[in-house]
C-alpha cells in the first residue's frame, strides 16, 4: 500500500481553502478539489473519502493552528490585561494572515459537515481561551456574566474588524488597532 504523502494532503487543504473563498463550503465539489490541487479525483478519495471527511480534517487542522498562534508569546504569569492583550492582537494576526482559514472556520460552525467529534474538538481547543476569560473574571477584571459571551465578544470585535478592513480596502494601522482593542476592552472590563 502507498503512503500517503503529506505534500499532497497539503495541495489539497490549500486548494480547498481557495475554493471555499470564492464558493463556499457546500458549494465546491472533490472535482473541483482535485483540479485545483492539480491531482487526479481518484487520487484524492485516497487521502479523504468524501466532502465531509476532507472538511473536517481540514477544521481540526485550521482550529489547532489558530489556538497556537492565538498563544504565542502569551505568559499565564504576566498581568491579565497584558497577556488578554496579547491574545487578541495575535487573533488579529490571524486572521490578516491566514484570511482564508478564518473565513473557513467561520463557515464550518455554521455547516452540516462539521461532525460531532469536530464539534467536540472544537470545545476542547476553545479552553484555553475559556480559563483565559475565567482568570480575568476571577481576579475581578471583567465584567461578571457568562464566560462564552464575554469571549464571544472578544473574538468577535476581532472577526469584525478584520471583515471591515477586507472588504472596505482600509488598511490596518497602529490607530485602527488601538481604538478596536479599547473598544474591546472597555466593553468587557469591570
Known sequence: MKLKDDTKVNLVFCATLKLILQVGVAGITMRQISREAKIATGTLYIYFKDKETLIN???????????????????ETDPFEKGFNKIWNNMLSYRIEHFDQAVF??????????????????????????????????????????????????????????????????????????????????????
Not at 57 to 75: P, Q, T, V
Not at 115 to 135: G, S
Not at 136 to 162: A, C, P, R, W, Y
Open 57 to 75: 480534517a481540514l477544521f481540526e487542522k485550521c482550529r489547532a493552528s489558530a489556538i497556537d498562534i492565538y498563544f504565542k508569546g502569551y505568559n
Open 105 to 190: 472556520l467561520d463557515q464550518c460552525y455554521h455547516s452540516p459537515f462539521i461532525t460531532e467529534t469536530a464539534k467536540e474538538m472544537n470545545k476542547r481547543v476553545l479552553q484555553p481561551l475559556m480559563r483565559l476569560i475565567e482568570r480575568g473574571k476571577e481576579e475581578n477584571l471583567l465584567k461578571d456574566e457568562d464566560t462564552f459571551l464575554l469571549l464571544t465578544f472578544m473574538i468577535g470585535s476581532v472577526h469584525e474588524l478584520i471583515k471591515y478592513l477586507r472588504y472596505t480596502g482600509r488598511k490596518l494601522n497602529n490607530v485602527i488597532t488601538d481604538a478596536a482593542y479599547k473598544i474591546c476592552w472597555d466593553g468587557i472590563k469591570r
